[in-house]
């Protein structure tokens, strides 16, 4: 496949969309992917693609049109740019319209955002997947499934509010594994980072076996309220869930449990949240949003305290607040979620405990309640009574069902063992940098079936 010139094709396109269009952004983005799925102890396929993304905001008269295609699948841009402008004169001018922000200048990072064998050497991914099947089998899994992904991206956004292109580029790899016993108990692990040297293959296989032989011993357990220590890959999908309510369209729209509480308490006061996306393993180390505003580190949550929301130029104009860099055409969000970790080790908090569950991972989160926070998720790969400071067993049939406000207000310990994760049923898509959360009282429901 060709290379691209990212720059070259995000120039070519704003050209013509000037036009007919009052103002324009084009955003191409060019990435190089490389993918490893295991089942059974073993690879089952081993890929690598290109892909090219074109974005397109266009304005005129107060109206705007968003249109996104892909390459090569569009063999003929210029007449999806006719569709566009006819689309463009017969749509409605919006409610709340912000001119388009001049784009950053002089943007520069700080250290490198690329790991080149993500990007030129597969064969390192496959090694990873060998090291953490084999050390998964090492403490007693039967088999193990999963997958690694690395990803190479170049991105270039031209503005008709800048005379200049800006250029980004950065690498990230993931990778999660799921250990098997003889029955239906599993372990999972996971782990984000921007270098392949950044992921411990055999850390992960060593924690998804471990957790799948504590699923042996079953115990039975009622639905009810418990105190539970909340690991960070359960952790980072509630924080999704902050993530979603944090920015400005949602709250908008009415859909945020955080509505209505900005400058208010939303949760314990030991609890600190922000938007990085310099964090050394974030995901999306983006140096500007689609808009072309540099992006930066933002405060969510302070002490408790809902300090700000995530904005593009429409919801800053709503709120009459300053762009934070999180645009987002349509829905602003972060970049990369950061929870400051507290003092605890893992173990000092399985004694705080004292007595109540580990949740290992909680996934296919749903809100029965956009607005109070009223959600409830599958409980997966582990869920563990406490006693006395030690794990008694296994606990079977229950949901994870609760309020998402009650339960950052109910923290009231944080551990050090921050880990980076990503994960596909992350609610939200924000990878996030979590420790584990000791939580009062969490509500939890019978499962279907059980």
Known sequence: ??????????????????????????????????????????????????????????DKDKKV??????????????????????????????????????????IKRVGTAVDPDIRDKPEKLIDLVHIAMESARSVGAKRSAGSIRGNYVSIALASSRGAEVLRDEYTNVYMDIRAFLDGEETGHASQLSRSI???????????????????ANQVVFEPGRYDTLITPNAAASIMNLAARASSGFFFLMGMSFFAGKLGEEVASSNLNLYDDPFNANSRL??????????????????????????HNRFTAKAFNSELTGNSGWVVPHPWHLEVEPGDYTRDELVTELRKGLILNNVTYIRFQNYVTGDFSGIIRDGLFYVEGGEIKGAVKGLRFSDNALRILKNVVAL????????????EFGTSVSTPSLLVKNCGYTRAFGY
Request: include cysteine; proline fraction near 4%.
């Open 65 to 106: 049109n968003v249109i996104e295609l892909s390459l090569p699948s569009v063999k003929d841009i210029d007449e999806v740019l006719k569709a566009a402008e006819k689309a463009l004169v017969s749509s409605q001018p919006k409610p709340i319209y912000a001119e388009l922000p001049p784009i950053s200048t002089g």
């Open 285 to 310: 180390p983006r140096l500007f949003d689609d808009e072309g505003v540099a992006t930066r580190k933002n405060k969510i949550i302070e002490n408790g305290v809902l300090r700000g929301l995530l």
């Open 1 to 58: 496949m060709v290379e691209i010139d990212v720059s070259e094709l995000a120039q070519n396109i704003l050209r013509k969309v000037l036009g007919f269009a009052d103002d324009c952004v084009v955003l191409v983005e060019s990435s190089k992917s490389h993918q490893v799925r295991f089942s059974q102890n073993r690879i089952d396929i081993a890929k690598t693609w290109n892909e090219t993304s074109i974005g397109i905001m266009m």
């Open 415 to 426: 551990g050090n063992d921050v880990k980076d994760i990503y994960h596909w049923w992350l």
């Open 197 to 215: 040297a950044g992921i411990d293959a055999e850390e992960l296989g060593r924690e998804a076996g471990e957790v799948a032989k504590l699923n």
